[in-house]
C-alpha cells in the first residue's frame, strides 16, 4: 500500500509539479528541464553516452536495452537560487518524472518504456508598486504552470553492439500568466487577469548508442522539429461576476533537438563521460511570432563515476556505492534584452543501493550564472536532486 | 524470494536514509516564496499593466441628463399631506370597510362621527395658517396600491363635502373632522350587510388653504394612526365603535418645474433624474477597480418644507425606455469639505459602470429623491448644460489590459 501511495503521488504531482523559478521563466515555454537523472546529474549531467544496468536515460532511448529487467524510475529536485539584486533567495522543489521499463525480450534486448516527464516550467512571482495621483497601488505578475511530456518507446539491439530506439512524445500543460492591482485602499475592487495558454502536440525521439569499441560507448540522440498547438484564453474578473474570455489559437514550435555523447570506461573503478547538446530557439515560433528572448542553446558536460570500492566483497553495499563528480556549462536558449547568461555548474554525487536491485542516487550542484550589468544580477545556485529506480523486487509483496 | 534480496541493518539504514531525504524534498515541492520586486525590470512591455483614471470632467465625455414624472402609487406612505401651496395639491383619501355594530346600525342615534388624524410638524406655507379641510364622499372604487394622481380625474366623489373641518391645526397632536351621520349609518348598514366594498371612504381636501399639512397614515405606529370613531346612544347606553380594515393613501398635483441646466427631484409628485455618461474612451471590457459620482446641488432651487434629505438615490438604469431602477442602489454623501457636493460611490456603482465598460448596455443611472412616497420636496442638481466644475462628474479608476 505504501509502495502504491509512492507510485501515485508520483504520478499525480508530475504534470504539475514544476514550481519555482524567476522571471526569466516568463518568456517562452519557461526554464527548460534537463531531462536528466540524479546519476547522470552527479555526473555533469551527461547522460546520451551512458549505458547503466538500472538507470532509465530519459535523453537517449537506445539507451534502455542496457537495462536489465523491470524497473520503475522517478525523482524529484529542489532548487535555491540567490539572486545579488534581491534580498530575498528564490526556493523550490519539484518532482522529475517518473519512468517505466519493460522488458520484452531478451535476445534483442527488446524494451518497452513509459515516461511522464517535464519539459519545462515557468514560475516566476513578482511585484510593482505604482502611484495614480495619490492612490498607490501594487502590481503582482506571476506566472505558474510549465510543458510535459507523456512518452512511450521501444529499443532493441538488433546488431550487437548496435542499440537503437525510438520513443513517441505527447507534449501537454498549461502555461498560466496571471496579473493583480491591488490598491492599499482596501475599499476598491482589485483587478485580476490571467491568460492561459494550454499545448497538446506530438513529436518523437530518436537515439542510437554504440558500445563496440572496448570501454567505449559513444551515443547520440535527436529530438526532431515539431510543433504543438497552442490554444490561449485571457479571463477578466469582474464585480458583475462574470468573466470575459477571449481566445486564440495557434502552434508552438519545439526546435530540433540534438545531443552526442561518449563515455570511457578508463578502468574497473572509473568512467569517464563527455557530451555536447544543441538547440536553436531563435526563429522559433508562437502563435505565428517570432518570440523576444529567445536564442541557440548548447551545453557541453564532463563527468566521472567511481566505485572505490567495488572489488571489496565484505562491504557488500559500499561495493555498490558510486561516487560521481562532473562540470558542465550551459547556455540557456532565454536571450532577454540580447544578453545571454551562461550557467555553470559543478556537480557531485552518489549511488547506492537500497535494498535488492533497487537503487537511489543523489546530486548535488553548485552553479553561477549572470553579471551585475544583468538585471537579475549575478546568481548562484544550489540544486540537490534524488532519483530512485526500483526493480522487480518493489513488485513483489513480503511474506508474513 | 529473489536471490540475494534480504536487507541487512545497512540496507535499512539506506532506507531510512533515504525515506528522509525523500521526505524533505517532497515536502519543498510546496515551496513557494513571497513575491519580490526582483525581476520587475524583465517583464515585458507588453505584459505591464498599471491603473488608469477617466474623469468625466478633464476628459469632455459626452454626458445628458434630464428628469422624467414617475407617477406611482402610494400606498405605503407613512405620512398623509392635504392642502394646497407652493402649486401643490394634496389629498388624502382614507376607507375604513368594516365598522362593528350589529344591530346598533339599525336602532341607534349616531350622536358623532368623526376622522381623527394626527399631525406632523412638516408643512408647505404657514404651518399656523386656519385651514379649511373638506371631506368629500368617494362613490367610485378605488385601491391604495393601484390609485395615481392619473386616476384622480376619473375617480367620483360627492360635489357637497360630508364634513369640514375648519380651524387652526396643533403643530402635533389631533384635529377630529367630523363627518356627516347619514353616511356613518350608510356604512354601517353596508358593514353589517356584508357590501364592505361599498364604503369608499372619503377624499379630504383643504383647497385654497395657502398650506399643506402631513398627517400620520395607517402605516404609523399605533397611537397615531387615523380613526373612524363613532359615538352611538343605543338602548344600552352610549357607545363608541372604530372603524376597522382600513386603507388609505394621498395624492399630489403639481405642475412640473423645468429649470435650465438642473436636474429638480421631486419627491411626493415625483420626479426622476437620469444621468448618461459616455464611457467609450474607457477601453472595452477594462476591468473597472472604483466608480464615484459627484453631484452638485443647487440650494437655492431645493426647498426644505419635509425631511429636505440631503441625499439621493442612485440606481443603474436597465432600461432607458421603461426608466427602469436596479434592485440595488446607493445613497449619497455630502462631501465634507464641500457641502454642496453629494458623493456616491460603492460596489452598485461600480458594477454598473463595469457594465458600461463591457458593452454590454449603457443606459445611465436613475436619481431618485430620498423619501420619495412621504415627503414634498425638490432638491435641483446642476445637470450637463452647467457649469464644468459642477456638472454631475464621474470619476473611474480602471486597470488597464496587458
Known amino acids: ?400 | 524470494m529473489i536471490p540475494g534480496d534480504t536487507m541487512n541493518n545497512k540496507d535499512y539504514l539506506h532506507v531510512r536514509i533515504f525515506t528522509a531525504i525523500a521526505a524533505m524534498l517532497l515536502l519543498l515541492t510546496a515551496c513557494r516564496n513571497d513575491p519580490d520586486p526582483t525581476g520587475i525590470d524583465l517583464i515585458p512591455d507588453s505584459d505591464l499593466i498599471g491603473a488608469a483614471r477617466f474623469d468625466s470632467q478633464s476628459d469632455s465625455a459626452s454626458m445628458r441628463t434630464s428628469q422624467y414624472a414617475h407617477v406611482a402609487p402610494h400606498g405605503s406612505s407613512t405620512l398623509l399631506s392635504i392642502g394646497e401651496a407652493d402649486a401643490y395639491n394634496a389629498r388624502a383619501l382614507l376607507r375604513w370597510l368594516l365598522i362593528p355594530g350589529d344591530t346598533v346600525a339599525y336602532g341607534g342615534r349616531i350622536i358623532s362621527a368623526f376622522i381623527r388624524l394626527h399631525t406632523v410638524p412638516y408643512h408647505v406655507g404657514d404651518i399656523s395658517a386656519v385651514m379649511r379641510i373638506e371631506a368629500r364622499e368617494i362613490m367610485s372604487f378605488w385601491n391604495s396600491f393601484t390609485i395615481t394622481t392619473d386616476s384622480l380625474p376619473g375617480l367620483e366623489r360627492s360635489t357637497v363635502p360630508v364634513g369640514v373641518y375648519e380651524q387652526d391645526l396643533p403643530e402635533s397632536g389631533s384635529i377630529d373632522i367630523p363627518l356627516d351621520s347619514v353616511l356613518i349609518r350608510t356604512w354601517l348598514v353596508n358593514s353589517i350587510e356584508g357590501r364592505y366594498t361599498e364604503n369608499r371612504g372619503v377624499l379630504l381636501e383643504a383647497p385654497g388653504s395657502a398650506a399643506i399639512r402631513a398627517f400620520h397614515s395607517l402605516d404609523a405606529t399605533a397611537g397615531e394612526r387615523p380613526a373612524l370613531i363613532v359615538v352611538m346612544e343605543t338602548s344600552g347606553g352610549i357607545d363608541t365603535i372604530r372603524g376597522e380594515s382600513a386603507d388609505d393613501t394621498w395624492l399630489v398635483t403639481r405642475p412640473e418645474e423645468q429649470a435650465s441646466g438642473r436636474i429638480i427631484l421631486h419627491s411626493g409628485v415625483s420626479v426622476r433624474g437620469r444621468l448618461f455618461f459616455d464611457v467609450s474612451a474607457i477601453p472595452a471590457a477594462s476591468i473597472v477597480n472604483h466608480a464615484e459620482l459627484r453631484l452638485t446641488k443647487d440650494t437655492e432651487l431645493s426647498t426644505r418644507y419635509y425631511r429636505a434629505a440631503d441625499s439621493v438615490l442612485v440606481y443603474e438604469n436597465l432600461d432607458s425606455t421603461q426608466q427602469t431602477p436596479s434592485s440595488s442602489g446607493l445613497i449619497t454623501r455630502t462631501d465634507s469639505e464641500q457641502p454642496a457636493v453629494l458623493i456616491t460611490e460603492g460596489a452598485a456603482l461600480t458594477r454598473a459602470v463595469q457594465n458600461w465598460v463591457n458593452r454590454k448596455w449603457n443606459h445611465g443611472l436613475i436619481l431618485l429623491p430620498m423619501n420619495e412616497n412621504t415627503d414634498l420636496d425638490r432638491l435641483a442638481i446642476f445637470g450637463a448644460d452647467s457649469d464644468a466644475e459642477k456638472r454631475p462628474r464621474l470619476i473611474v479608476t480602471y486597470t488597464t489590459q496587458p
Open chain 1, 1 to 400: 500500500m505504501k509502495k502504491l501511495i509512492f507510485f501515485l503521488l508520483l504520478f499525480t504531482t508530475v504534470a504539475g509539479a514544476q514550481n519555482g523559478g524567476t522571471v526569466e521563466s516568463r518568456y517562452g515555454i519557461g526554464e527548460l528541464d534537463l531531462m536528466t537523472t540524479s546519476r547522470q546529474r552527479g555526473m555533469g549531467s551527461s547522460a546520451v553516452g551512458l549505458l547503466s544496468a538500472t538507470d532509465i536515460n530519459n535523453l537517449n532511448p537506445a539507451a534502455w536495452s542496457g537495462v536489465n529487467g523491470l524497473r520503475l524510475q522517478g525523482g524529484m529536485s529542489f532548487e535555491y537560487i540567490a539572486m545579488s539584486r534581491s534580498d530575498e533567495a528564490v526556493s523550490s522543489g519539484a518532482i522529475k518524472g517518473f519512468s517505466f521499463l519493460f522488458p520484452l525480450e531478451e535476445q534483442f534486448r527488446l524494451r518497452l518504456v513509459t515516461s511522464i516527464l517535464p519539459v519545462s516550467r515557468s514560475e516566476y512571482y513578482t511585484q510593482g508598486n505604482g502611484m495614480l495621483e495619490n492612490d498607490p497601488y501594487t502590481v503582482t505578475y506571476q506566472g505558474f504552470g510549465g510543458l510535459s511530456l507523456f512518452r512511450a518507446g521501444v529499443s532493441a539491439e538488433p546488431i550487437p553492439h548496435i542499440k537503437i530506439g525510438a520513443a513517441f512524445n505527447y507534449y501537454f500543460g498549461n502555461i498560466d500568466q496571471a496579473w493583480e492591482l491591488r490598491f492599499d485602499n482596501t475599499a476598491w475592487f482589485p483587478a485580476r487577469q490571467r491568460r492561459a495558454t494550454t499545448h497538446n502536440g506530438s513529436g518523437f525521439l530518436f537515439g542510437l548508442l554504440y558500445d563496440g569499441i572496448r570501454d567505449f560507448h559513444i551515443g547520440a540522440s535527436v529530438r526532431p522539429a515539431t510543433s504543438v498547438r497552442a490554444s490561449r484564453n485571457m479571463v477578466f474578473e469582474y464585480t458583475t461576476q462574470d468573466s470575459t474570455v477571449s481566445g486564440a489559437s495557434g502552434t508552438l514550435d519545439l526546435p530540433l533537438a540534438f545531443s552526442a555523447g561518449i563515455a570511457w570506461q578508463a578502468s574497473e573503478l572509473l568512467l569517464l563521460t563527455s557530451e555536447y547538446s544543441r538547440q536553436d530557439w531563435t526563429d522559433a515560433l508562437m502563435f505565428d511570432r517570432k518570440q523576444i528572448g529567445q536564442g541557440e542553446a548548447y551545453k557541453w558536460s564532463v563527468g566521472a563515476e567511481w566505485y572505490p570500492y567495488k572489488n571489496d566483497t565484505e562491504a557488500r553495499t559500499l561495493s555498490r556505492t558510486a561516487f560521481r563528480l562532473g562540470f558542465f556549462l550551459q547556455q540557456p536558449y532565454l536571450a532577454i534584452d540580447d544578453e545571454t547568461g551562461m550557467e555553470y555548474f559543478i556537480t557531485t554525487g552518489i549511488g547506492f543501493p537500497i535494498f535488492g536491485n533497487n537503487r537511489g542516487d543523489f546530486a548535488l550542484e553548485y552553479g553561477w550564472r549572470g553579471s551585475e550589468s544583468q538585471l537579475l544580477g549575478s546568481q548562484n545556485i544550489l540544486r540537490a536532486t534524488l532519483s530512485v529506480t526500483v526493480g522487480e523486487s518493489w513488485f513483489i509483496r513480503k511474506r508474513d
